[in-house]
């Protein structure tokens, strides 16, 4: 088993660009979130879903959108990069209240 | 909403001693609580949890956390120390107020000397 997916793993943008950030899970969990790390502020909830078209905000939600049309796939859309959104974002799955698993992770570096 | 605090940012410790990285939290409703270890340049894996029963959790790589009540706490300790234990640790809970996604702490960086 896979358990989830990011990709890319790396990833440098202009201002003002856009981009998808991809997660995909084969573990059949119904949660599941957008997490980004900045030094110091530990793991921020961006969005998160509870089900195929189902979705919802999270702490830090401007300047993100998300959708979920399966199970499987979450992706993360950034419409227009900005320097703040430096940062490195982490996908989860979960069953709900449970412990969370955690994708490798994508580093975006916005100039 | 829910929180979570951890004390320190760094812990500075020398092999084979004993540490503790200390948690807390808030929530005005029953949580779970989890630990979590980040290495360098990789996802985070989860080192324990605490969902209910017992107030002494044990986790992977001889790591244990106990969950206080009443002094909303959750820290993670582990009596002996390798120098592959250094990486960042972070406290997280879920549950309450904020459904059911977790709420993470800060980190602590664990820093083990030889």
């Known amino acids: 088993n896979a358990g989830v997916t990011q990709t890319p793993k790396f990833q440098v943008l202009k201002t003002g660009q856009s981009m998808t950030l991809q997660c995909a899970q084969d573990m059949n969990h119904e949660y599941m979130s957008w997490y980004r790390q900045d030094p110091g502020m530990g793991l921020r909830l961006i969005h998160y879903s509870v089900g195929a078209g189902i979705t919802d905000q999270g702490e830090v939600p401007n300047g993100y959108n998300v959708s979920r049309s399966t199970t499987e796939d979450f992706p993360l859309r950034l419409l227009s990069a900005a320097p703040s959104q430096t940062s490195v974002y982490f996908c989860?799955?979960?069953?709900?209240?449970?412990?969370?698993?955690f994708g490798q992770g994508t580093r975006l570096t916005v100039v | 909403a829910q929180s979570v605090t951890q004390l320190d940012s760094q812990v500075p410790v020398f092999e084979e001693a004993p540490v503790e990285l200390r948690c807390n939290y808030s929530s005005s409703v029953s949580v779970y609580l989890f630990w979590y270890v980040q290495y360098p340049n990789q996802g985070l894996q989860l080192l324990l949890k605490y969902l209910s029963g017992s107030t002494l959790v044990k986790g992977i790589n001889g790591f244990e956390a106990e969950f206080n009540k009443s002094q909303t706490s959750f820290h993670l300790r582990k009596p002996s120390v390798h120098i592959s234990d250094t990486a960042e640790y972070f406290c997280a809970v879920s549950g309450g107020n904020a459904g059911n996604m977790l709420t993470f702490g800060g980190g602590t960086r664990l820093m083990v000397k030889p």
């Open positions: 989860a799955t979960s069953r709900g209240g449970r412990e969370a698993f």
